[in-house]
């Protein structure tokens, strides 16, 4: 089975401070992905990486920055926490959709709940 | 740009009763859909995905969807709730172009299923 794991699941941490929030998977994708998910939004994409090194921008990407070094680890990072980045993180990762097809699923993580007080 | 909308952000049905869940999407072009399913405190789980096969599409648990072009819909049924089955859903619609696989969320739907 393919594992998503998120090293932490709950933080508490303080406005200002730098917040790194870590995912692994295990299946060699080459997708990587970092969702914020707030109660009636949805999911809403903050970026997401294709290869390593490799990033680009989603929807809502101020306040955030990520790391890819090496192609199982994608990092999303809070230069400062602050009180409106309360919420959960969910990371995903996929293989590359196939030329002319696309439907290859995303695969979830368990999320991380982050409280910035 | 494409856009999903789920109609009711919560639906309440009885155990054993039909379980309804809308999706619309807009897109010019068809893209591929999904539902997958939040059970509280856990990450998100695929139910189902249409990739322009059959239109109907069964997935686990007993759910099934049916994609309907006409309508831009992608509904979510299952003929009987159980009690399980409470969970928040979400629809989700990825372009047919591009390579990177991001999906676009709805705002997500709360099912409770009622004794």
Redesign the interface.
């Known amino acids: 089975d393919v594992k998503v794991t998120q090293s932490s699941r709950y933080l508490v941490k303080r406005t200002g401070e730098k917040v790194f929030l870590e995912c692994v998977q295990d299946m060699d994708h080459e997708n990587m992905f970092w969702y914020r998910q707030d109660p009636g939004l949805g999911l809403r994409l903050i970026y997401f990486s294709y290869d390593v090194k490799m990033k680009e921008k989603g929807d809502i990407p101020e306040g955030y920055s990520v790391s890819r070094e090496k192609k199982e680890r994608f990092s999303l990072i809070l230069e400062s926490a602050s009180t409106n980045q309360t919420s959960m993180y969910l990371c995903a990762s996929s293989p590359p959709p196939e030329r002319g097809r696309g439907g290859n699923t995303i695969y979830f993580g368990e999320g991380s709940w982050l409280t910035v007080v | 740009a494409q856009s999903v909308t ?1 109609l009711g ?1 919560h639906v309440s049905v009885s155990e054993g009763a039909l379980v309804l869940l809308r999706c619309n999407y807009s897109s010019s072009v068809p893209p ?1 859909l ?1 539902w ?1 399913v939040q059970y509280p ?6 139910l189902l ?3 322009s096969a059959a239109t109907l599409v069964k997935g686990i648990n007993g759910f099934e969807a049916e994609f309907k072009k006409s309508e831009t819909s992608f509904h979510l049924t299952k003929p009987s709730a159980h009690m399980s089955d409470a969970a928040e859903y ?1 629809c ?1 619609v ?3 172009s591009g ?10 739907t709360t099912l409770q299923v009622k004794p």
């Open positions: 789920q952000s591929y999904f997958y405190n856990q990450g998100l789980q695929l995905k249409y990739t979400f989700a990825r372009r047919r390579n990177t696989g991001k999906l676009i969320f709805g705002q997500g």
